[in-house]
């Protein structure tokens, strides 16, 4: 398959500005791996193979994927090896990432946390939510600065293990946490990433963007600080310097502007009772937002770790006045350092955070469409050897999900090869399914690969599920119609 130039919804944004079609190839996932070093010729080999196995079928287990034991036992002894990290598998991935943003210009970077949780004893796990054992992952997804929000892969990522917690009261707790040097907090995480991404990039044209977690007054001062440019939803309540009113009652002092309506996607309920206050479930519809903004100038938290006192900030709040029958009102308050003086600008910094949604469409991908959680692997270490193993192939389902659910015009012969749109013709065909049409454009491709997958259209847009099916059968069919193309091709050429 190949990404040529397209265009996202009825304002024609161009998904690939500023990156060639190499630059976005979907049909060699080796290049994501390009010059991995494992510190052993054979080791990036096997890499290589692997990475190639398993992105054709990624949401099957390893040993069907690795039908032969001798394949699969060097996988898991490549996955265990004392030598190999998780930071060597994934560098190639991050310095592509890098690459990407650079050439299409300004990027986002969004930040967010999500959890890895495993059935039964796993060696190095620690605790995640009541009982379970996993890990957690900070990543750092690389997404275009434009409307289409195309997401470029991972930037940065940061591991880690929760330590148990004692019994202790709620109280005694809180005075441990104020204790706690923040280096050794959790929420340190959020500002070694942002510094550390940033880092890769040559130039400033980076935006982070963060949700809720990160509003920590230390992480802003900390980022303003370093020079980096950031959007991060907060709390309208937060106190203004020297015992000012809220940032709420200051926000209530400037008129609203109508500002847009908005398409919202769904949210499914998490597990937690904390994201569920925070991050409450909703169908996916419409909002119709009003818009302000004010200068804000936030006052330092009474047991903050910081020497500074103050950080003057912008604040753009989007609320939406008459939300649906039964449905939670749109309410962002988002904290920058980005100007905001007009319509314009203040426009800008929520379309920084819209981008964040992409990378809870990417957890899914690694969750749903890969099945990391689902591995059957004995130890931390060879886990997020995994993870590291799995990123780009979950980067490149987003990218593929993202092109599928677009409103695209453009024929499909300028993402797909010509052999692939004739292979799936015939399948569909076969299956009875409905017809590719005949000027077949990118959409048509992508929603003919969710039927074989087994898709209803009655059903909305696909899934990663259904998705990873169809393409799976795209690729093996595909591989079949090329060499029986080579093999006719040899014995014309016996003929003559």
């Not at 944004?13 to 010729?41: N, P, Q, S």
């Not at 996993?134 to 940061?158: K, N, T, W």
């Not at 890769?200 to 980076?206: E, G, L, M």
Request: proline fraction near 5%; aromatic fraction near 6%; include cysteine.
């Amino acid at each position: 398959m190949r990404l040529g130039i397209l265009h996202i919804s009825s304002e024609r944004h161009d998904l690939t500005r500023g990156m060639t079609a190499d630059a976005l190839a979907l049909d060699d996932i080796c290049k994501e791996f390009a010059g991995v070093d494992l510190g052993d010729a054979r080791r990036n080999a096997r890499l290589l193979k692997v990475a190639k196995r398993v992105s054709a079928a990624p949401a099957d287990s390893f040993p069907k994927v690795l039908p032969s034991d001798s394949e699969l036992e060097a996988l898991y002894r490549l996955l265990r090896n004392d030598a190999v990290d998780w930071e060597a598998i994934l560098a190639p991935h991050v310095a592509a990432t890098v690459q990407r943003g650079v050439a299409q210009g300004l990027t986002r970077v969004v930040h967010d946390t999500t959890d890895f949780v495993f059935s039964g004893d796993r060696d190095g796990m620690g605790p995640v939510i009541g009982q379970t054992k996993g890990f957690f992952g900070h990543f750092a997804l690389a997404v275009s600065g434009d409307e289409a929000r195309v997401p470029l892969g991972v930037a940065g990522l940061s591991p880690w293990v929760r330590r148990p917690r004692g019994r202790a009261p709620l109280n005694q707790r809180k005075m441990d946490a104020r204790r706690t040097p923040r280096v050794e907090k959790e929420s340190y995480r959020w500002e070694t990433l942002a510094k550390a991404t940033s880092a890769r990039f040559p130039t400033t044209d980076v935006v982070h963007v963060m949700d809720q977690e990160a509003d920590d007054f230390v992480l802003m001062a900390e980022m303003l600080n370093a020079g980096l440019r950031f959007v991060i939803r907060g709390s309208r309540d937060r106190l203004l310097y020297r015992e000012g009113p809220s940032v709420a009652s200051q926000l209530a002092a400037t008129d609203p502007v109508v500002f847009r309506t908005v398409p919202l996607s769904m949210r499914e309920a998490h597990r937690s009772a904390k994201q569920r206050k925070a991050h409450p479930p909703r169908r996916e519809r419409e909002a119709s937002l009003c818009l302000r903004w004010t200068a804000v100038e936030l006052d330092k938290p009474q047991h903050a770790q910081s020497d500074i006192d103050a950080v003057l900030l912008w604040a753009v709040e989007v609320f939406e006045p008459s939300p649906p029958p039964d449905e939670v009102a749109i309410s962002w308050t988002l904290f920058t350092n980005e100007v905001v003086d007009d319509v314009e600008s203040a426009t800008t910094v929520v379309d920084h955070y819209r981008a964040r949604w992409r990378i809870e469409e990417y957890f899914r991908a690694l969750k749903q469409g890969c099945a990391l959680q689902q591995r059957q692997l004995e130890s931390y270490g060879t886990i997020t050897n995994a993870l590291a193993l799995f990123i780009p192939i979950a980067w490149r389902l987003l990218l593929l999900r993202s092109v599928g659910q677009a409103d695209i015009e453009h024929p499909a012969q300028e993402m797909f090869e010509s052999d692939e749109v004739e292979t799936l013709r015939v399948l569909l065909d076969h299956k009875g399914c409905r017809p590719l049409p005949a000027a077949a454009t990118v959409r048509d491709m992508m929603l003919a690969i969710a039927q074989l997958g087994g898709h209803i259209k009655n059903n909305g847009e696909p899934g990663w599920i259904v998705l990873g099916r169809g393409f799976e059968e795209l690729l093996k069919a595909t591989l079949v119609w090329r060499a029986a193309e080579a093999a006719a091709a040899k014995r014309r050429g016996r003929k003559m």
